[in-house]
């Protein structure tokens, strides 16, 4: 069955970093979007960033650009998602997600299938 496992979230100051990780399936992980997205209390789940692992371009959120960013290591199906100068509005549980079909707008949760359990970011 299809898993993503993400890992790396913690609690920061203002200004630091976290990376995070997203293990997925290998059959659904080659040539797909793996979309980052993250959730706080009462908010609705926000496209973080995206990229699709046949090396195509990744996308960010206007909030994040310049300050996230994705990167993957093919050999262990991985992508993650380096986050630097984080703010308190990061705060959040990020999940990663992907789906067998084709993503039209990767920014859109209900387009995605497969959803890992989420990781916890908090700054301070």
């Known amino acids: 069955h299809v898993q993503l496992v993400e890992s790396g979230g913690g609690s920061v100051q203002a200004g630091g970093s976290l990376r995070l990780s997203c293990a997925v399936s290998k059959y659904v992980y080659t040539s797909n979007c793996i979309g980052w997205f993250r959730q706080s209390p009462g908010k609705e789940r926000e496209g973080v960033a995206a990229i699709n692992t046949d090396g195509g371009r990744p996308a960010y959120a206007n909030s994040v650009k310049g300050r996230f960013t994705l990167s993957q290591d093919n050999a262990k199906n991985t992508v993650f998602l380096q986050m630097d100068n984080l703010k308190t509005e990061d705060t959040g549980t990020y999940y990663c997600?992907?789906?067998?079909?084709?993503?039209?707008?990767?920014?859109?949760?209900?387009?995605?299938?497969?959803w890992g359990q989420g990781t916890q970011v908090t700054v301070s």
């Open positions: 997600a992907t789906s067998r079909r084709y993503i039209f707008n990767w920014n859109r949760a209900s387009e995605y299938e497969y």
